[in-house]
């Protein structure tokens, strides 16, 4: 085995890299309306604090995710993370991921989009 080089991919400005948040290995989605792992609500956009400073967002603000597969309302919920990226919960984000994509080498469906967001 033998890590791979990726390429770096650029954001349009103003957009963030979505993830679908799918927990532990077998616990794929949370069976609550509160995350036992870190207390986010089912609705929760996980922000890192550097972006929500930065669209003077505060947690529990209301926003919205876009792209042209659909739309999420959520909340803004900060956390440490890199900057430039997302985290919902799954599958309440599966309106924002395009089906039928999956990775050529294991068939591993893709749990990643692109995505505005705006303040409600």
């Known amino acids: 085995m033998h890590p791979l080089n990726l390429p770096e991919v ?11 948040r799918r927990g532990k290995q077998f616990n794929t989605l949370i069976y609550s309306e509160v995350d036992p792992l870190n207390g986010a609500p089912r609705k929760a956009v996980l922000i890192s604090h550097e972006d929500c400073h930065r669209e003077g967002l505060t947690k529990g ?22 900057p430039g990226n997302l985290q919902i ?32």
């Open 10 to 20: 650029a954001r349009e400005p103003g957009s963030y890299w979505v993830s679908t």
């Open 61 to 82: 603000d209301r926003v919205i995710l876009k792209n042209a597969m659909g739309r999420f309302e959520g909340v803004a919920w900060p956390v440490e993370m890199a």
């Open 89 to 120: 919960h799954w599958p309440e984000g599966n309106d924002l991921i395009a089906s039928g994509r999956t990775d050529r080498g294991g068939g591993v469906p893709d749990y990643n989009a692109r995505v505005t967001l705006e303040v409600r």
